[in-house]
């Protein structure tokens, strides 16, 4: 049986729990007494950015760890968070814009596909739009490639998913 298996290497989140991170932000900003009535705000611009308006840039990094903690609770990696620096904005505010990380941009695929290249597994790893896909005979050297992945995970700063592993 020479049955070729595969698996989609990919960068994606849920956008439901995400949207779901950023009303728990909200909540608790008007709850916490230091950002009550500062008149802060977290917006998200469809699923390419959100941008966190505020009085000042200390509660502006608040808000912001708010963001990561509530993202990690949900289940979300912080890499796909990609902060943009520190704006004035319109009377006498500071605003951030966070743009978020989906799909693997060209450059990392070919990182990934080179890595995996350069491990010598018996697999074959193809760039297919924002994704790659890997396929080979065997699937304990699928497994191998995962964890190679996973590993250097650190390197590649943007947030992977294995999927459509058959």
Known sequence: MAK???FDVVSDFDRQELVNA??????????????KDSGSTVDMDADKAIIITTTDEMKLRNIYDILQS???KRGLSIRILDPQNIENALGGKVKREI??????TQEL????????KDAKLKVQASI???QVRVSGKDKDTLQETIQLL?????KYDYPLQFTNYR
């Open 4 to 6: 070729e298996c595969s």
């Open 22 to 35: 950023v009303d728990q932000v909200k909540r608790e900003i008007s709850s916490r007494f230091d950002l």
């Open 70 to 72: 509530k993202l990690v």
């Open 99 to 104: 743009k978020l990380k989906k799909g693997l």
């Open 109 to 116: 695929a070919k990182k990934i596909t080179s890595d995996i």
């Open 128 to 130: 297919q739009g924002d």
């Open 150 to 154: 996973r590993k250097n995970e650190e």
